[in-house]
Structure formats: C-alpha cells, structure tokens
C-alpha cells in the first residue's frame, strides 16, 4: 500500500509517499480501508518534533480517518467486514490502510459523509470530554471561546450551544467571526482590536466567562483569565499562536477559579471503554 512517511522531523514539505507492506490485523484489531483522513493542527506539529507525544521514526502520521472494515482479528466482534467506520490512531492515517485496536473503531451514521466522519473525531471528541468532563458546562453558563473559527472552535461553538450555554466567539478577524457566528456563537470580541478582558466583562455584564476554551495560548491567556468568573473553568486545549503561557497563580486564587488541562487522546488510551 501507498503510505505518507515522515522520516525524519521537518516541515510537512519533507514528508514522503512510499510503498509500504499492508499491515495485518492480530487479536483485537481492526484493518480500515481508508476513504478520507483528516488534518489537523496537531498533525504539522508531530512532523515537526514539537508535539507532546511523538510517536518513534519513521512515521505515518494522521490520527482519524472515516473508511471501510476490511478484515477483523481474532475477537472482534463489534464491527465486521463491510462496515462503514471511524477510527482514531496515535498516528498512521494518511495511508490507504490502517491497523487500529476495535477500541477505537466507531460505526459510522449514514447520515455522515466520509469527509464529514473524518473530521468528527479529534475536534469533537476533543471539545465535547473539554466541556462535559472537565468543565462541567451547565445550562445557562457563559463560555468563552478562542480561535473560534478553528477546528475545535466551532465544534466547541455547536456543542456549547447544544448544551445550554451562551457563546462568546473570539478571534482575530471579523470575517473568522462571522464564520464562527454562523455555526451558532452569540456574541463576538475580535481580540486583534478589542481588549479581550474588558470586552468578556462587558458582554458578560460583569460576571466573566464561566468556561474559557482557549487552544491559542500566547498572549491572549492571561487577558482571558483575568475576564474569568468566580468558579470559572479555564481549559488549556493547546497553543496554536506558539508560545506557552505563564499564567500568574493568584488570578486563579482570586477568582477561585480553576486550570483545566484537556488533552482527550491521553484520556481516551487510558479509558478505552
């Protein structure tokens, strides 16, 4: 089969396509004919060396595909052969086969396109275990989301919405913003001319957010803490603008608020059920 490697950690530019042996389900797996796979932030950083799990090289990186159950080992019984399926992998998705334990492999809804299914994982499994598991999101609470045009944004937007919550989109544009406001977002603070603390107090009548959602880190952080409610829940998701945030520990005394780490990938190998 034809696989996307990563032989040594570059920019995606350096990736290489090769032919490489198919792999062969053992006990407990599942082979997956891949239709789509997708990208994801993550992915530029693993390629890169500058993830927080790196799997040993040479690599296939992609960690979700939406594809087709080619053959079951030993078992497995919760899928079979033909099945239309999602699966999620530490790496090896962008290949026309993939090799993954039937713990990760999910039925795809017929309803879902390929392409749709290959999106859903990361982003939404990400931002739905952020806001249900970690946060607590309840009915009626404010949720401030940065980057909110990006991946995990608008998934956090729609199931922010689903749940109850009001949503403050942040970004960096107004045309991100108007992106984000047509997934479901109520409010909107474009932080590259807004001061992002004072503008979440203004829309929030004084309270503060009650969830902060922030995968861009940098200098935004701090702002977005300091607009925090008391018992607000600040979720690190990630730092797609670069630099990693030192947050000064009283504004979290202060405000008897709380540091939410989300990394759901870690959570979901060791919690598989």
């Not at 792999?23 to 891949?34: H, I, K, R, S, Y």
């Not at 999101?137 to 998934?155: K, R, W």
């Not at 406001?181 to 004072?198: M, P, T, V």
Request: charged share 20%.
């Amino acid at each position: 089969m034809k696989a996307i490697v990563c032989n040594e950690y570059a920019p995606v530019d350096q990736l290489s396509l090769e032919t490489v042996a198919d792999p062969v389900p053992a006990e407990g797996d599942v082979l997956v004919d891949v239709i789509c796979a997708g990208i994801n932030f993550p992915d530029l950083l693993i390629v890169q060396g500058k993830y927080q799990v790196q799997p040993p090289l040479p690599f296939t990186p992609g960690n979700e595909v939406a594809g087709v159950v080619a053959a079951v080992g030993e078992g497995v019984t919760a899928v079979q052969v033909g099945d239309e399926v999602i699966a999620y992998v530490p790496s090896g998705a962008f290949a026309e086969k993939l090799l993954v334990k039937a713990t990760s492999v999910f039925k795809k809804g017929k309803s879902m396109s390929f392409e749709q299914a290959a999106g859903l994982v990361l982003t939404y499994g990400t931002s739905y275990y952020a806001l249900k598991q970690r946060a607590n999101l309840q009915p009626g609470e404010t949720v401030l989301v940065l980057g909110a045009a990006g991946g995990v944004g608008i998934a956090t937007i729609q199931l922010a919405k689903a749940m109850g919550a009001t949503v403050i989109a942040a970004a960096s544009t107004e045309e991100k913003l108007d992106f984000a406001c047509a997934a479901g977002a109520d409010l909107r603070i474009n932080y590259s001319n807004e001061d992002l603390k004072k503008r979440t107090k203004e829309l929030t009548k004084g309270k503060g957010a009650d969830v902060i959602y922030d995968p861009v880190g940098g200098d935004y952080a701090e702002q977005a803490f300091r607009a925090i409610a008391w018992d607000g829940r600040y979720l690190v998701i990630g730092f797609a603008s670069g630099p990693i945030p030192k947050m000064p520990l009283n504004l979290a005394l202060l405000k008897g608020a709380s540091l939410v780490g989300v990394f759901w990938g870690a959570w979901a190998a060791r919690y598989p059920k």
